[in-house]
Every structure is written in C-alpha cells, then in structure tokens.
C-alpha cells in the first residue's frame, strides 16, 4: 500500500516528455549549366505529411482550404534563412578549397494536399 501511494505521489510531480521532432525528407537536386559552367543550383525538398501539416498551420489566410504561393511564400523565405545557416546542406569542392556559393535566389514552395 505504501509503494502505492508513494508511486501516486509521485505521478502527481510528473512532466510531460520532449522530445526533438524529426523530419523526413524527399530531396533532389539539378545542377544548371550555361557555357559549360555551373550556373545555379536547385533543391527539391518534400516534407513528411506530419511535419507539412505542422508547418501550414495558420496559412490559409484567405480560408479557402488551398494554399497558393503568396500564402506559402513567408514560409519559405522563414526556411531560407534558417537552411543559409547550413549553407544549404550544400557543399562543394573539397576541404580545404570550398566553393564558395551566391545568394538564394526565388525560394518558393507548394503543397498538394499532403506533403
């Protein structure tokens, strides 16, 4: 009985568990050409449902249940900054010599839906 109502007790001082909300993610790239030199570089990034979910809330500002480009577009300047901090998980040339990369230009996104 002891062992139970210590156990009670206890349960009363709980927290609820954190934990970091991980990601999953569909990436692809181009490398553009012009010349025969490296003129831009394209990602393709699509988001887990649960995190695309996450993400979206509260951007259907018009409410009419579609997110267009204008609503999506802040997000995707918001994700912009952060991933420039990465330097867009993006790295070329070697250690020692990288390349050094140009300004993001045109970020934009699109939902279908889901993802």
Do not use: C, K
């Not at 790239?29 to 990034?45: K, N, P, Q, S, Y």
């Not at 045109?106 to 279908?112: G, H």
């Amino acid at each position: 009985m002891i062992r139970l109502l210590l156990a009670l007790l206890l349960s009363l001082f709980a927290l609820p568990a954190q934990a970091h909300p991980h990601v999953w993610i569909d990436a692809r790239g181009e490398v553009l050409f012009e010349d025969g030199a490296i003129t831009a570089m394209r990602h393709h990034w699509t988001f887990d449902p649960y995190f695309s979910a996450w993400a979206i809330q509260g951007l259907d500002t018009d409410g009419d249940g579609a997110l267009s480009a204008a609503e999506l577009q802040p997000l995707a300047e918001e994700n912009i900054v952060g991933l420039d901090y990465y330097s867009y998980y993006t790295f070329a040339g070697s250690w020692d010599d990288p390349l050094a990369s140009a300004e993001v230009a045109d970020p934009a996104m699109t939902y279908d839906g889901e993802r």
